[in-house]
């Protein structure tokens, strides 16, 4: 019960405070002090402002083509390294063995080679001399037969005649019958040395396959001695040692035979070149161009700045919780870019615009209304009233407004007062008071500054 009176004295206490406040003339209010500010030539310069991380002009992963066991690991983190230095060595036991017996396979291979082009050799002679064999055994065949069986027609006409004996034509006819056979076995070998050629060509196909299993072994060989090779890593570039993942000792896995990947040796990066991935606003990327100048710093050098030009802009946003942003690539340029290391954080002001000898107003200066921008000035005849100008406005930095058209240099003009008290201003009322009108001014400056007057857009 207690509280709940005293609740109720501090409402009626108010309520008197606030009826009193509205009955006091408008005199007895604070009135709040009208500045002025002349309209100025000078240097407005439009920023983005953002933050980024340091990266290399390249990061590669050293893996190796063999495996096995690390025998020699020379470098650590942070060592500088050259083209075609030796990285790591693995223990080549295995590979050694490998390239013997693939020495061994070809040394075969060439021997079944060698065996199957003489081999091809004799084919080639025994198809020749068979032939040649066969061709004279049949011309010989053909004239014993001939003559046989011309002897035993004679042999025949005699003995009907009488003039010969019962012996004599059974041995002409058995000489007749002796020489056919012999003919029709001339006649079978001939035939049978048509079937040479194709061994011979067998024997080709022989030297074919041979010479296929010389290469298929030369190929093994050289696979062998190229994972003997494999065995000692070398740097493909000039760079820095940025990370180191394994020791000596450690049993890896090839990079190209291992279905997770194989083993990350060590990161070798290119400093040649320093570049700045910085996340850009989506509401600023409109303003970002290729070749822009822009300003670097980092908290591990206070004080010192660097120099960067955009290189990159990226095509696609990366939207994360809503925001989308996009990255740009700035290479810091001139002395000192060799203090700035891979993944530190800067800051970067990207130069979107730089205007020289333009007229300028500070930004509180500058309203906005329904018909656009506008600034007041006092009446040359009246200093007491005052009249609305419009302006045309360019960029502005933040601070200052770049005044296109609207204004000459030298010109004053007004600073309008706190949004608050033109409130209080106009609720006040009274005689002599312009009440509601500086009302809406108040609600005009608030549209302007939550509209971000003077951003040039």
């Known amino acids: 019960m207690k509280r709940i009176f005293i609740i109720l004295v501090v409402l009626i206490g108010l309520g008197l405070a606030f009826y009193w406040f509205r009955k006091q003339p408008v005199e007895q209010q604070e009135t709040p002090s009208v500045q002025t500010v002349k309209v100025q030539r000078g240097t407005i310069e439009l920023k983005v402002s953002t933050t980024g991380r340091v990266v290399s002009n390249l990061d590669v992963d050293i893996k190796s083509k063999a495996s096995g066991q690390i025998i020699r690991f020379p ?3 942070s060592d500088a390294v050259t083209s075609g230095a030796l990285l790591a060595e693995l223990d080549p036991v295995d590979e050694v063995r490998n390239v013997t017996q693939r020495e061994a396979a070809l ?11 003489q081999e091809y050799q004799v084919a080639l002679i025994n198809m020749e001399a068979q032939t ?8 010989a065949a053909t004239i014993r037969e001939r003559d046989a069986r011309s002897r035993l027609e004679r042999e025949e006409e005699l003995y009907k005649k009488g003039l010969t004996t019962k012996e004599s034509l059974d041995a002409a006819r058995s000489e007749a019958a002796s020489a056919a056979n012999q003919l029709r076995q001339a006649e079978v070998k001939v035939a049978l040395t048509k079937t040479l050629p194709l061994t011979v060509e ?25 994972r003997l090779r ?38 070798l990066s290119d400093l040649s070149r320093i570049f700045v991935n910085a996340s850009v606003d989506e509401s600023d990327i409109g303003k970002v161009k290729l070749g822009q100048s822009a300003t670097i710093t980092c908290d591990a050098y206070p004080g010192k700045r660097f120099r960067g030009k955009v290189v990159r ?14 990255e740009v690539k700035i290479e810091v340029q001139g002395e000192g870019k060799e ?29 906005f209304g329904r018909m656009g921008y506008f600034v007041e000035t006092r009446k040359e005849d009246d200093p007491t009233t005052t009249v609305r100008k419009p302006v045309k406005t360019g960029i502005t930095d933040g601070l200052q407004t770049e005044i296109v058209d609207g204004l000459k240099e030298g010109e004053e003009v007004l600073v309008p007062a706190t949004i608050q ?37």
């Open 75 to 77: 470098y650590d983190i």
């Open 107 to 117: 040394l075969s291979a060439r021997a079944r080679l060698a065996q199957a082009k």
């Open 132 to 139: 040649s064999s066969a061709l004279a055994e049949l011309a």
């Open 202 to 226: 067998i024997k080709r196909q022989d030297i074919s396959l041979a010479e296929a299993d010389v290469k298929k072994a030369e190929v093994d060989l050289q696979n062998a001695q190229q």
């Open 230 to 267: 494999e065995t000692k890593i070398f740097a493909p570039l000039d760079g820095v040692v940025t990370a180191k993942m394994v020791q000596v000792g450690q049993i890896i896995s090839s990079g190209i035979s291992n279905v997770g990947g194989g083993t990350t040796l060590m990161t």
């Open 313 to 326: 802009i990226a095509t696609k946003g990366t939207n994360n919780n809503n925001v989308v942003t996009f």
């Open 339 to 367: 203090l700035l290391r891979p993944e530190m954080t800067a800051n970067v002001d990207i130069q979107a615009d730089r205007k020289e000898n333009v007229l300028l107003l500070p930004n509180e200066a500058v309203q």
């Open 421 to 457: 008290s033109r409130w209080v201003q106009g609720q006040a009322g009274g005689p002599g008071q312009r009440g509601g009108a500086n009302f809406d001014r108040g609600m005009r400056m608030a549209t302007f500054r939550l509209s971000g007057a003077g951003r040039g857009r």
